[in-house]
């Protein structure tokens, strides 16, 4: 998309969860929170009609956009932006295997994700962050909200500690409805995401997945009944967790010492 998409030249598709950006102040803007330099190996998930990528082509050298409208990479093909090499890989983002676009901490992921799929494609992308330098996403404004939530607000959950304990979560700003075509009902914000330098083993992450999963799942119960089959009490006690606290008292810290807790004493 150009900085305009009202051509009418393609309409948006819900299956799809399309909503076109269209503001060029706000475009701007995203831009330079990522700060794209020309040898940057960057990767856009959903470009749409271009409306990012072609000012991040003007930076870069070249760009990689994963597209799974055929129509939108029919345009993009036939109309390319100037700049950069384009490299379109037609396919669903949740099939792309990211860890083989770029070298171990050097991809750049960006993109406006469909929010009906949003969360799915996070937990994805977490599969390949030994591959990644940092993400830059526009999502909706409670998906943001989530991502960065402390414990103890209503909208920590699953998400947040899953993505905190290996990233930095940084919400930049608001997007209001009116930069879209068509408008959506709610409001949207920008988020980087960048690695901790330091990552939870993976045997502690597929832990700290189950017992989220757990806890979160069951979120009204307190933790010795939530986690029942997938904690015992001594490993609450050894994690310091009081087992009468419920999953969203629980900081990521404490997550994590419970999913780092040995197996229960014999």
Not at 17 to 32: K, M, P, T, W, Y
Not at 45 to 61: E, Y
Not at 223 to 239: C, I, K, T, Y
Request: some cysteine.
């Amino acid at each position: 998309m150009n900085a305009d998409c009202t051509d009418g030249a393609h309409r948006a598709r819900k299956r799809f969860g399309q909503n076109f950006l269209h503001d060029s102040q706000i475009i701007a803007r995203i831009v330079d929170a990522i700060a794209p330099q020309a040898d940057d190996q960057m990767v856009e998930i959903g470009p749409g009609q271009a409306a990012l990528t072609a000012p991040l082509l003007l930076r870069l050298k070249q760009l990689k956009v994963i597209e799974i409208d055929r129509d939108l990479v029919a345009r993009l093909r036939q109309r390319p932006p100037p700049g950069g090499s384009l490299e379109i890989i037609e396919a669903d983002a949740l099939s792309v295997d990211f860890a083989a676009l770029a070298p171990a901490g050097a991809l750049r992921v960006v993109g406006n994700l469909p929010y009906n799929i949003s969360t799915p494609i996070l937990f994805h992308l977490l599969d390949s962050l030994q591959q990644i330098q940092d993400m830059h996403f526009m999502l909706q404004r409670e998906v943001v909200e989530r991502m960065g939530a402390s414990e103890g607000s209503k909208t920590y959950g699953r998400l947040s500690v899953m993505l905190q304990a290996r990233c930095s979560v940084q919400p930049l700003f608001l997007v209001p409805p009116t930069a879209f075509v068509p408008a959506p009902k709610v409001e949207s914000a920008i988020v980087r995401l960048t690695p901790l330098a330091t990552q939870p083993a993976p045997a502690l992450i597929q832990r700290l997945g189950e017992l989220t999963k757990a806890g979160f799942g069951r979120r009204r119960k307190t933790l010795s009944n939530a986690l029942q089959g997938v904690a015992e009490p001594d490993q609450l006690q050894r994690a310091g967790i009081d087992p009468k606290l419920r999953a969203e008292a629980v900081s990521v810290v404490q997550w994590l010492a419970l999913a780092n807790a040995g197996p229960s004493s014999p």
